[in-house]
């Protein structure tokens, strides 16, 4: 894109795209621990899912 002289604002766009999805997996990937570590207490986990998915969408970055 930078090569290609594309406006600044396309690139930033485009950054910001894949940065999201990349804490987007992130997330996922944390859940999906969460889970496997603490099998038995999933219910209990829900407030600190809810966190982390907070702390990722509003702290991030």
Known sequence: MVEGQRDCIEIITQVLAARSALEQVGVQILDQ????????D???LEPL????RLWIKFGAG
């Open 49 to 52: 899912r809810r966190s982390l």
């Open 33 to 40: 621990q969460l889970h496997n570590c603490f099998p038995a």
């Open 42 to 44: 999933g219910e209990g």
